[in-house]
């Protein structure tokens, strides 16, 4: 079985700043993925990032960075320069890819981010 | 663009119907799913299809079933509604297995049922 946890169940930032929004995770599998979605609050979800379990460098896409250390087994996401748009509900998910990635996702509680002017 | 559609943004069910979400997507995935989600419980996988006619239970099939008959529509059926159902239902798809792919949403069905 997998678990997910996000600590943080709202977060207020000032607009400019670096934000890191947490996440640890749990599994047995020996090989798995984690991804990073946002939902604005129109509803739509927005994939973000991924991080393979076997991927030896942090994975980063634009502004966001997902900071991965296997031993702590965390993942956490950062945003560099936040942005008024950025606030959202943002959502850690990982999956199994022991049945070759077609598996479900399970997704964290996930945490609101307002970010202030 | 990858699209997936629901049929319903917003539904209305009494208890006890028989209710369809239909999802399709239009970019050839093998891959289609159904989460629910429910405040401050995030999403929770109910059912997953990887091929035509086939589907896995997710971790929380009960009250559900599914049908994939073709490859780009997945239908989800609470075959008598009850008001614990009551949620935002989100449909995904992906693409083949063997591959790890990000899974792209659809605009969601909030169902009510009363």
């Known amino acids: 079985a997998q678990k997910i946890t996000q600590t943080q169940p709202g977060m207020f930032v000032q607009e400019k700043e670096a934000v890191t929004l947490d996440c640890t995770y749990d599994?047995?599998?020996?090989?798995?993925?984690l991804f990073w979605y946002k939902q604005p609050s129109s509803g739509e979800m927005i994939f973000l990032i991924y991080?393979?379990?076997?991927?030896?460098q942090n994975a980063t896409e634009g502004r966001y960075s997902l900071n991965f250390q296997k031993a702590r087994k965390s993942a956490n996401l950062v945003i560099s320069a936040s942005q008024l748009g950025d606030s959202a509900m943002y959502f850690c998910?990982?999956?199994?890819?022991?049945?070759?990635?077609?598996?479900?996702?399970?997704f964290g509680k996930g945490t609101h981010l307002i970010i202030q002017p | 663009d990858v699209k997936v559609t629901q049929s319903s943004r917003y539904l209305v069910k009494r208890t006890g119907e028989k209710v369809f979400l239909e999802c399709v997507q239009d970019?050839?995935?093998?891959?289609m799913f159904w989460y629910r989600q429910d405040p401050g419980l995030g999403l929770r996988l109910i059912y997953f299809?990887?091929?035509?006619?086939?589907?896995e239970k997710g971790d929380i099939p009960e009250g559900y079933s599914v049908s994939r008959e073709k490859k780009e529509r997945f239908s989800l059926i609470l075959e008598s509604a009850s008001t614990n159902q009551t949620s935002m239902y989100l449909c995904?798809?992906?693409?083949?297995?063997?591959?790890?792919?990000?899974?792209?949403f659809g605009p969601g069905t909030r169902l009510t049922v009363l």
């Open positions: 599994t047995s599998d020996p090989s798995y993925g």
């Open positions: 998910a990982m999956t199994s890819l022991e049945g070759g990635g077609a598996d479900g996702l399970t």
């Open positions: 299809s990887y091929d035509v006619k086939m589907k």
């Open positions: 970019m050839d995935h093998e891959n």
């Open positions: 995904a798809s992906s693409l083949e297995e063997g591959a790890v792919n990000e899974q792209f």
């Open positions: 991080q393979g379990s076997y991927d030896q």
